[in-house]
């Protein structure tokens, strides 16, 4: 089967995975208006140049399930989060020391909104917006990032509380728990910061009456006519990486990260508007969006008419 293999994000690909009968040169990809426009067949990785395009082996992937919302690192976040909190806790009522009892309970606020933005396959991480276009834009939420800034103010202000602690507590004990704790606060606060201020991803997915567009880690675009039915036929790498299938044995990965968009959502959307007679057509009514929720399998509030 051919696969086109650009750089995509996925740190599952290996190279020097090519098997033998597709090893040689590179394979020039046509651009990205082509495969629109002239009757190409083969979903285009735009932004990139032919040479850098090579045949390579995706390897092993895992089956989409209808139940891939559950998050074991969520709940392991909260698990270790409010564990430490409880036996900080523990440590504060026993020396009586108020603002080291302040830090501990911000301390796990702030886990459970790290289990939210960071582990979380919520349904408030993806925003789905309607243009004027015609088209159906799924992208980040700004919701997660509200979340971060909250949560590294939060985080400062129990670094603060843990500094004053071990400045003025008369307990050793909460003195040595303190400096940890306001190191801990440190840590979790660079970190948000790197993710509010470094480089917005522009991951996303834009489905459009003649193809739907794919934009993945890395700026990796792939932009799919429908005609040749673009199917999710599997995921890994904790359910970030997607493997489409589209025409005759071509494969697509296309990795998130930014994007929390489960993968059950990703193939019922593509099944809907290639299966849903007038979909498509229905791309620039008032509610477009609306049906772009229910094909991503989301609740949507009904509106009567009088």
């Not at 606060?189 to 459009?208: A, D, H, M, N, T």
Request: glycine fraction near 10%.
């Amino acid at each position: 089967m051919n696969k086109f293999a650009p750089p995509t994000g996925d740190d599952d690909v290996a190279t020097g995975t090519v098997p033998v009968t597709q090893s040689g040169t590179a394979q020039p990809v046509p651009g990205p208006n082509s495969a629109c426009h002239q009757g190409a067949r083969t979903p285009v990785p735009a932004g990139y140049p032919g040479a850098q395009m090579m045949r390579s082996s995706y390897g092993t992937f895992n089956e989409v399930t209808d139940n891939d919302g559950r998050s074991r690192g969520r709940w392991l976040i909260w698990g270790i989060g409010l564990t430490c909190a409880a036996f900080f806790m523990s440590v504060g009522i026993k020396g009586d020391g108020w603002l080291y009892m302040a830090a501990v309970i911000i301390g796990a606020v702030v886990c459970l909104l790290l289990g939210v933005t960071e582990a979380s396959w919520s349904r408030c991480l993806v925003s789905v917006v309607s243009t004027s276009d015609g088209t159906i834009v799924v992208r980040p939420s700004a919701t997660r990032t509200f979340l971060r800034i909250f949560g590294a103010l939060l985080a400062t202000v129990a670094g603060v509380c843990f500094f004053y602690s071990q400045l003025f507590s008369v307990h050793t004990e909460i003195r040595d728990y303190a400096r940890g704790g306001m190191l801990t606060a440190v840590v979790v606060v660079l970190y948000l910061l790197s993710k509010i201020v470094g480089p917005q991803s522009r991951e996303c997915i834009v489905v459009s009456q003649q193809r739907v567009d794919l934009w993945g880690k890395g700026g990796i675009h792939y932009s799919i006519p429908w005609r040749d039915r673009p199917t999710l036929i599997g995921q890994r790498n904790n359910r970030k990486s997607l493997l489409i299938s589209a025409g005759q044995d071509i494969e697509c990965l296309v990795v998130f990260t930014s994007l929390r968009i489960r993968p059950s959502r990703v193939r019922s959307l593509l099944t809907y508007y290639q299966t849903t007679p007038g979909a498509l057509d229905r791309l620039s009514a008032p509610e477009a969006r609306d049906e772009a929720m229910m094909a991503l399998g989301c609740a949507v509030t009904v509106r009567r008419c009088p």
